[in-house]
């Protein structure tokens, strides 16, 4: 979870796994996200593996969802997630991830995520849609 700006949340341990960190929630509908492109995450090629370039981009765009629904306590079930590997990752990469909600209502929302490098070279694309359940 991002950090509020007045109160600090624990985030997931898919998270802290990752390094993944949330940078900007304060807009309902869109997050920005930063990770680093770990040795751990290298596949056979010395680049990092494209699953954990969808996991960066889940939360970024799992996040923004959530905030869209303004105040509501829900569960975002991603549905579906097409991710588009536009250039290699090396390794060391501090990875950046724009998300937004591009479309949405109470029961769904659809969301878009750009990732890019150190450099602002863009380096994946990914697209998911959300459904929305109600939690307690």
Do not use: H
Not at 28 to 34: F, K, L
Not at 40 to 65: E, L, W, Y
Not at 69 to 77: F, L, P
Not at 82 to 107: D, N, Q, Y
């Amino acid at each position: 979870m991002c950090p509020r700006r007045v109160t600090m949340e624990v985030p997931p341990n898919s998270d802290l796994t990752l390094g993944m960190r949330c940078l900007d929630k304060s807009e309902p509908g869109r997050t920005v996200w930063q990770m680093t492109a770990d040795e751990r995450f290298a596949n056979p090629a010395g680049i990092m593996q494209g699953g954990f370039v969808g996991a960066f981009c889940d939360s970024a765009m799992s996040t923004a969802a959530v905030t869209f629904v303004r105040g509501r306590k829900v569960v975002a079930a991603n549905v579906e997630m097409k991710v588009s590997f536009l250039a290699a990752v090396p390794i060391g990469t501090v990875l950046t991830a724009e998300a937004v909600v591009v479309s949405g209502g109470r029961r769904v929302a659809f969301t878009e995520v750009s990732v890019t490098g150190d450099d602002g070279r863009l380096l994946a694309r990914a697209s998911s849609t959300y459904l929305f359940t109600e939690r307690e």
